[in-house]
C-alpha cells in the first residue's frame, strides 16, 4: 500500500503564488509517473501537471507558463509550484502517483487532497 501525504494548500490572493506538496511512503518500489490533478464541486477531477520518473512532463493547458511540477526519486516527493494564480484555480488539489510495491502490481494512488482557494 501507498499513502500520499500533500501539504501546502491555503487562501492566496489573485496574482499570488503557492507551492504544493506530495510525499508518498510505503513499500515502494517504483512510481511512475506522479502528479497533480484538481476538482471543484460538480465537475470531474482535471489533471494539473505530472512527471515521469525520468522527469518528462505534462501540463493542463490551463497551467501551462504558470506551473512547474518537480520531483525527488529518492525521496518520493512531488512539488508544483503555481504562479499568477486566479480564482478559477480555486479547487481541491489531489496528489497522484502510479506505484509498484513489493507486494503488489502498479496501482493507482491518491492523496487526502489540499484546498486552495484564490480569492481577495
Known amino acids: 500500500q501507498v499513502q500520499l501525504v500533500e501539504s501546502g494548500g491555503g487562501l492566496v490572493q489573485p496574482g499570488g503564488s503557492l507551492r504544493l506538496s506530495c510525499a508518498a511512503s510505503?513499500?515502494?518500489?517504483?512510481?511512475?509517473?506522479m502528479g497533480w490533478y484538481r476538482q471543484t464541486p460538480g465537475k470531474e477531477r482535471e489533471l494539473v501537471a505530472t512527471?515521469?520518473?525520468?522527469?518528462?512532463?505534462n501540463y493542463a493547458d490551463s497551467v501551462t507558463g504558470r506551473s512547474t511540477i518537480s520531483r525527488d526519486n529518492a525521496k518520493n516527493t512531488v512539488d508544483l509550484q503555481m504562479n499568477s494564480l486566479q480564482a478559477e484555480d480555486t479547487a481541491v488539489y489531489y496528489c497522484?502517483?502510479?506505484?509498484?510495491?513489493?507486494?503488489?502490481?502498479?496501482?493507482?494512488?491518491w492523496g487526502q487532497g489540499t484546498q486552495v482557494t484564490v480569492s481577495t
Open positions: 497522484y502517483a502510479r506505484a509498484i510495491t513489493r507486494r503488489t502490481g502498479w496501482n493507482a494512488y
Open positions: 510505503g513499500s515502494i518500489v517504483s512510481i511512475n509517473p
Open positions: 512527471i515521469t520518473s525520468g522527469g518528462s512532463t
